[in-house]
């Protein structure tokens, strides 16, 4: 099975700040890697696809990148509705596997 | 618009057993793997089972593998979860989620995730 080591764990930061996120796999995953956002109580909101794709009505402040083992997502400029935590997933093969969450805290 | 809908979660004895189900709208239910993932309480996300579109085949968590069946019926545009031999550490948000694309190729194979349910929760407590 794939192992997805996501860093850091937690973090604070201020608003406008550039924050980096990353995600490593325990073997080569292409470009299968999927990046999500949760706020409390909400479900998980997809990103970022195929390690770099934008998804739609997603602000360009976040953006992805990386291929094979080692992937990034980057905020550019944290925003006050950025304060969440997020997911790295990987989908090259079954089973899946999630990495451990990064949560980032004002 | 695009929708799944989840339903079936409750509170359950250890050893019990429950049926999730999720309702899908929007889109071609049929041509497309779907999947289950769940989120225990102050946890992060965990990959439960999927089963894909076309042939059907089935893939689970060692954490529930045996003890969790994923199904679906393309006729309804519905996805199950039978739970049996429930235990404390089920406990969980369970979502629904919009996976792969069967025969996907190039960027269509990317597109996974992109919808989830609301989630139902599943309490296993005595």
């Known amino acids: 099975d794939i192992q997805m080591t996501q860093s850091p764990s937690a973090m604070s930061a201020s608003v406008g700040d550039r924050v980096t996120i990353t995600c490593r796999a325990s073997?080569?995953?292409?470009?299968?890697l999927a990046w999500f956002q949760q706020k409390p109580g909400k479900g998980p909101k997809r990103l970022i696809y195929?390690?770099?794709g934008l998804q739609s009505g997603v602000p360009s402040r976040f953006s992805g990148s990386g291929s094979g083992t080692d992937f990034t997502l980057t905020i550019s400029s944290l925003q006050p509705e950025d304060f969440a935590t997020y997911y790295c997933?990987?989908?090259?093969?079954?089973?899946?596997?999630f990495g451990q969450g990064t949560k980032l805290e004002i | 618009e695009v929708q799944l809908l989840e339903s079936g979660g409750g509170l359950v004895q250890p050893g019990g057993s429950l049926r999730l189900s999720c309702a899908a709208s929007?889109?071609?239910?049929?041509?497309?793997?779907m999947s289950w993932v769940r989120q225990a309480p102050g946890k992060g996300l965990e990959w439960v089972s999927a089963?894909?579109?076309?042939?059907?085949?089935?893939y689970y968590a060692d954490s529930v593998r045996g003890r969790f069946t994923i199904s679906r019926d393309n006729s309804k545009n519905t996805l199950f979860l039978q739970m049996d031999s429930l235990r404390v550490e089920d406990t969980a948000i369970y979502y629904c989620?919009?996976?792969?694309?069967?025969?996907?190729?190039?960027?269509?194979?990317?597109?996974?995730?992109?919808?989830w349910g609301q989630g139902t929760l599943v309490t296993v407590s005595s």
């Open positions: 989620a919009k996976d792969q694309l069967a025969f996907c190729s190039g960027v269509s194979c990317t597109q996974v995730f992109d919808i």
């Open positions: 929007g889109f071609t239910f049929s041509n497309y793997a």
């Open positions: 089963i894909r579109g076309g042939p059907g085949n089935t």
């Open positions: 073997q080569g995953i292409r470009n299968y």
């Open positions: 195929g390690a770099s």
């Open positions: 997933l990987q989908h090259d093969s079954y089973p899946y596997t």
